[in-house]
């Protein structure tokens, strides 16, 4: 039988299998990495964002395939995870553009759609590279264009452009030498076929496991989580000036989503408006629920609106945890383990003391370890998200995060290259509040920016200068591979130790100390005057003193400094100045 259009019920069912089966798939993705080191996060971070697709495609009504690609290409904004996840972002972005005003969808439409979504992806990245997802969503939006011209129906359309994804994905070596050189296809195309082996699933009548929770992320080291992890104390009062948290959607004709952010402000904060001249998501703190709807009733057609009492919810989980607890306590809990991510969103790290004046210039930034989070959190950071190498947070994360500051510019130090796309994405979405982006893309980076911040100056003048700060250190790791492979000239075994200098994979060697000492020779070679080892949790204090004792023998000319930083995955982070 002939599938001749997909409705919006349908649509729905085929988002969703494909989270499913991307997410069922994800260490497979993750695995590709080109850098056997162990944070190989691609299938992670596109399952995340998938995942937040997902739940704004559920809420949404099953009237148009419009107004259901337009969620999943929200959620997916907002949920999007690293390099990989702001690219998908933009691939439904465009999906969702190519179907505006559908009430159902053809197999010409469905076509034309993901040829708009390569068209928005491509125009996003500033130097697209061949050999990418970009390649593999291109070429198999081609095929899926042919198809329909010959008379395919939804499903040979589907069909025709996954086989060419991954024709495409198995050329990719060909196409990026590195891939070839590692024995791997490109990890992001692979997350995209499974995307489009997920429609075609659903579309055969493949049973859709809707009632599975969704799948924790990948955990790596001693403790990794989607978001920030923050520890509240459940017993602590918290002031809450805006307790009321809206979200909603508005339908509508011309929606002027900048003249919406500019009345909204006055209202609360954590405002955060989206979406598009149609259709547009509001999310706000405000301590009055009533002027809020009022303004957004105006504006169009509301719907999905949720209201929840932040402080009435900590009150609840302060006596149910007290009660838990039997002394009156109650425990100190993980926001990604329970409800009080979602009822006390950025408490704690983001929002500044109630008594305390936020900074004219605010410091946002990302650090896996309790130890590096406690040196920016010395030297000024306002809000400190736990991420990096492992788990990288999502766009929205660092939205709410510099929102919470309560700082009228903030700069965000993504400190790892694959952040830097959701921290740019973050910046576009700020509204009236002004982010500013120091690419950092190590942590050594983001502490030499920080020592050029001034919190009073003027914001572009200080910005530049703490992004001259980071250019101007050289940065080294030391981990482990997670397996077999060759870069370069280099022949790596699994379990070896690498020494990356710069971000490439410099040394290898069966020692910790010996390859943590040729990185900081490789840095070293043009010139340094302080060398900095922050040790992980791996490694004991008197085990980092030893190799600091070492690189005191091979540079005396050089001041040797030594911190702990917690970090998981890498036994050291090694800058020098």
Not at 173 to 201: N, Q
Not at 279 to 302: M, W
Not at 546 to 565: I, K
């Amino acid at each position: 039988m002939s599938l001749e259009y997909v409705d919006a019920a349908l649509l729905k069912r085929l988002f969703i299998s494909a989270t499913n089966h991307l997410e069922q798939n994800k260490a497979t993705v993750d695995a590709l990495n080109v850098f056997p080191v162990p944070d190989g996060d691609t299938g992670t971070n596109m399952t995340m964002t998938m995942l937040s697709a997902s739940r704004e495609v559920q809420k949404a009504p099953e009237t148009t395939v419009a107004e259901v690609a337009e969620a999943c290409a929200m959620g997916c904004l907002m949920g999007a995870r690293g390099n990989s996840g702001v690219i998908l972002s933009q691939l439904f972005r465009g999906f969702s553009q190519g179907l505006s005003g559908k009430k159902r969808a053809t197999a010409t439409d469905i076509a034309g759609a993901l040829q708009e979504g390569v068209r928005t992806a491509y125009k996003a990245v500033m130097k697209p590279v061949e050999g990418t997802i970009l390649t593999v969503a291109r070429e198999s939006a081609k095929a899926a264009l042919v198809a329909a011209r010959q008379g395919e129906d939804v499903l040979g359309v589907l069909e025709a452009a996954h086989r060419e994804a991954e024709a495409t994905l198995a050329r990719t070596p060909e196409m990026l030498p590195i891939l070839k050189k590692a024995g791997v296809v490109d990890s992001g195309g692979k997350g995209f076929a499974y995307v489009l082996e997920g429609y075609v699933e659903a579309l055969r009548g493949a049973a859709l496991d809707q009632g599975r929770p969704a799948a924790a992320p990948v955990r790596a080291g001693k403790d990794t989580s989607p978001a920030e992890k923050v520890q509240f104390d459940l017993h602590e009062e918290y002031d809450i000036r805006f307790p009321y948290d809206i979200e909603l959607m508005i339908r509508g004709k011309g929606l002027l989503l900048d003249d919406m952010r500019h009345h909204l402000a006055p209202m609360g904060d954590c405002l955060l408006v989206v979406g598009t001249a149609e259709l547009a998501k509001v999310h706000i703190h405000s301590g009055n629920p009533g002027p809020v709807l009022d303004y957004c009733v105006r504006q169009g057609t509301v719907f999905n609106i949720e209201i929840k009492n932040m402080q009435v919810q900590h009150e609840d989980l302060r006596q149910h945890a007290g009660q838990e607890a039997g002394d009156g306590t109650g425990p100190r809990l993980d926001p990604s383990e329970g409800v009080m991510d979602a009822t006390l969103e950025g408490l704690g790290t983001a929002a500044p003391a109630p008594e305390e004046e936020a900074p004219a210039l605010a410091v946002v930034a990302v650090a896996a370890g309790d130890g590096l989070s406690e040196i920016f959190r010395s030297l000024g950071v306002s809000a400190v998200i736990e991420g990096g190498q492992t788990m990288n947070p999502s766009t929205e994360d660092l939205l709410n995060a510099a929102r919470q500051t309560g700082g009228h510019d903030v700069v965000l130090l993504p400190n790892n290259k694959n952040i830097i796309l959701a921290a740019q994405q973050a910046k576009d979405l700020a509204g009236s509040q002004v982010i500013h982006v120091v690419p950092t893309k190590a942590f050594a980076q983001g502490i030499a920016a920080m020592l050029a911040w001034q919190p009073d100056g003027e914001a572009d003048r200080v910005v530049a200068g703490m992004q001259r700060a980071a250019e101007a250190v050289r940065t080294g790791e030391v981990t482990y591979s997670v397996r077999d492979t060759a870069i370069g000239d280099l022949t790596i075994q699994k379990g070896d130790i690498l020494g990356l200098a710069e971000g490439q994979i410099a040394t290898t060697g069966s020692s910790v100390d010996s390859v943590a000492a040729d990185v900081v020779a490789k840095l070293m070679e043009d010139g340094g005057e302080i060398i900095t080892l922050y040790y992980g949790e791996s490694v004991t204090g008197e085990d980092a003193s030893v190799l600091a004792d070492t690189v005191r023998s091979r540079f005396p000319e050089a001041e040797v400094e030594v911190h702990y930083g917690g970090q998981p995955l890498y036994y050291y982070l090694i800058s020098v100045e």
